[in-house]
């Protein structure tokens, strides 16, 4: 017997942008070249059930979890929009961009650029050079990782100590995603204001694990802040202050 769920998967993999157990790094592949505003959907290759909504936008590749819940029958970026089907959760997001890097502009189709992607063939993991403005090397004795805080496909977060200070450290999970990763970190460490999270450094083990070393901001993301929140409680001036 074939469950809703089941009903629901064969029904969105018929749109031309869902490329189901597309692993991450062909993703990245897939979307590279391409302009802001490209986007597929593919599979959670971390929780089983969901799917992760991938996105080229002006910088880099984005990935956002795409939640599931079965009981409801609904899917969720932010957990505050809920939709009945993905198609419904495309179009969305097309007209809006509502939290995400951009708005979704183009996507790819899976009937002819899942051909290119079976090209790709095996994948290995890149070598990754540190660019020169990410210059800020901590050594791994001098910094205590503790708990949990965090987590999503690309990484990690923990809470750490680094000098007698409280700090944030990202752990990439992926090894082929280091080049991302160190990109991510690249751009942090070009960006000063008293508004962003400030880069202090870059932990590179000898197993080839990256830490990203960060100021560590108690009350979380800025998104989970907004998204627990929601905008009837969250003024304009507080938006204008955010980014100010």
């Known amino acids: 017997m074939v469950n809703d769920n089941e009903n629901l998967v064969a029904k969105s993999k018929s749109y031309s942008w869902h490329f189901g157990k597309l692993p991450r790094i062909q ?4 979307l590279n070249n391409e302009y802001s505003g490209t986007f597929l959907i593919r599979e959670s290759e971390h929780f089983p059930g ?3 909504l991938s996105i080229r936008d002006e ?5 956002y979890r795409i939640k599931y819940d079965g009981i409801n029958k609904t899917y969720t970026i932010d957990d505050e929009t809920f939709f009945s089907n993905l198609n419904l959760l495309v179009q969305h997001y097309e007209s809006d961009a509502d939290g995400l890097c951009c708005r979704l502009e183009k996507s790819l189709n899976n009937k002819h650029d899942t051909i290119v992607s079976m090209k790709i063939g095996k994948t290995v993991s890149p070598v990754v050079s540190v660019s020169p403005e990410v210059s800020s090397t901590i050594y791994y004795n001098e910094l205590q990782i503790g708990k949990l805080v965090g987590s999503g496909e690309f990484a ?3 809470e750490g100590t680094y000098r007698k200070s409280r700090v944030a450290v990202k752990m990439l999970k992926e090894p082929n995603s280091a080049t991302s990763f160190l990109h991510e970190a690249d751009i942090m460490s070009k960006l000063k204001h008293r508004n962003l999270v400030e880069l202090l450094g870059i932990v590179r083990k000898s197993d080839n694990i990256i830490y990203l070393v960060t100021e560590f901001m108690a009350k979380g993301s800025l998104l ?7 905008r009837t409680v969250i003024s304009q001036s507080d938006l204008v202050d955010f980014v100010m």
């Open 27 to 30: 993703a990245e592949q897939l």
């Open 50 to 52: 969901d799917l992760t």
């Open 59 to 63: 910088i880099k590749i984005q990935h």
């Open 156 to 158: 990690e977060v923990y």
């Open 224 to 230: 989970h802040y907004l998204t627990t929140r929601g």
